[in-house]
């Protein structure tokens, strides 16, 4: 397997596993780790009693990584990234999941896609735009430009024009997708994807609409330290909650999944299961995190059970990982890509 083929299926798979790894966490640290006796270290059901995630079954995907995939399927078919594809993307998947009446539309792209539904300009539907839907769905764009941060900076902030084109917002997508550029690179040091994530989110704060909202890059900062402080790991997942957070708030979710992954060192499988324990809206923390920490680790880093269990699952198997990894991968290696 070449490592570009390992880097793309790592970060495919990434985004994936800790989605569905965090999907049965509560929104309370202390709810979760009562609810299950301890830590969540597999696959696990969304509880009966869960807000949003009851019924599912264990290993499902949520709308973290099937809009990261729908994104993924309209570049391949646009042979681009793209404003067009960025809409056609998010309005498939949107219509998919019956987003009318689905739970799981976040309020900035049901705001935006209700807005390009009524036949408005895309540069105008995102001006609202400040959760974090932007960064969650991002990383087929950083997997499409290994080793080209700056490339991947500027084709994250175009993703977000049409629901989320503020400038919080397109900070944390940019974080992402400049951090999955560089893990993308054979022999990298995890020090340096994070330094490309936070230059991303410097750079990204300069584009889209001014909007209220701290800084991403500091946030990373604080959560780093965090984790890399005194205490046992649940102590220092508590501290990761309380400080830094983790609702839909584009610095709160974005500086968390980059915690976690230091926290974990860059393993795919334990940034999972941190992201899950963390809890808040930790299948949208594990989908980030995961997917920088697949694509730094490569597909060979994870165990053939994990895969098999995401690959058994209907809506992931609807997109078909591998495909998507297959058509990206002819995006790379297509001259038109950087024309």
Request: glycine content about 12%; hydrophobic content about 40%.
């Amino acid at each position: 397997m070449s490592t570009l083929t390992n880097k793309i299926l790592g970060g495919l798979y990434g985004q994936a596993m800790g989605d569905a790894w965090g999907m049965p966490a509560y929104f309370d640290i202390d709810q979760t780790w009562e609810a299950y006796g301890g830590w969540i270290t597999e696959f696990l059901p969304g509880p009966a009693d869960h807000p949003v995630h009851f019924g599912l079954p264990a290993g499902r995907i949520t709308d973290d990584s099937e809009q990261a995939f729908s994104l993924a399927q309209a570049f391949i078919r646009h042979g681009e990234v793209s404003l067009q594809a960025a809409v056609e993307g998010i309005m498939t998947w949107y219509d998919r999941v019956g987003g009318d009446t689905s739970p799981y539309v976040g309020p900035s792209t049901r705001r935006g896609v209700n807005a390009l539904k009524r036949g408005d300009d895309p540069h105008t539907t995102g001006l609202w735009g400040d959760t974090n839907g932007a960064p969650m769905r991002i990383s087929p764009v950083g997997l499409l430009h290994p080793g080209d941060p700056m490339g991947a900076i500027e084709d994250a902030a175009l993703v977000c024009i049409p629901t989320h084109n503020t400038n919080v917002a397109i900070s944390g997508a940019c974080a992402v997708a400049s951090a999955i550029a560089i893990a993308m690179m054979d022999n990298v040091s995890l020090d340096t994807v994070i330094s490309a994530g936070i230059l991303g989110a410097e750079l990204g704060r300069k584009k889209g609409r001014a909007w209220l909202g701290p800084s991403v890059a500091r946030r990373i900062h604080m959560a780093i330290d965090i984790v890399e402080g005194p205490g046992s790991e649940l102590a220092r997942l508590r501290d990761l909650y309380n400080t830094i957070g983790t609702s839909l708030s584009v610095p709160e979710t974005v500086g968390s999944a980059f915690g976690v992954l230091v926290m974990a060192k860059g393993d795919p499988k334990q940034t999972a299961i941190y992201a899950a324990n963390l809890s808040g809206d930790a299948d949208t923390v594990g989908a980030i995190a995961c997917a920088i920490a697949g694509a730094y680790a490569g597909i060979e880093a994870f165990p053939q059970e994990i895969l098999a269990k995401l690959d058994a699952d209907e809506v992931a198997a609807a997109y078909n990982i591998r495909a998507i990894s297959s058509g990206l991968q002819s995006l790379i290696d297509s001259p038109s890509l950087d024309s």
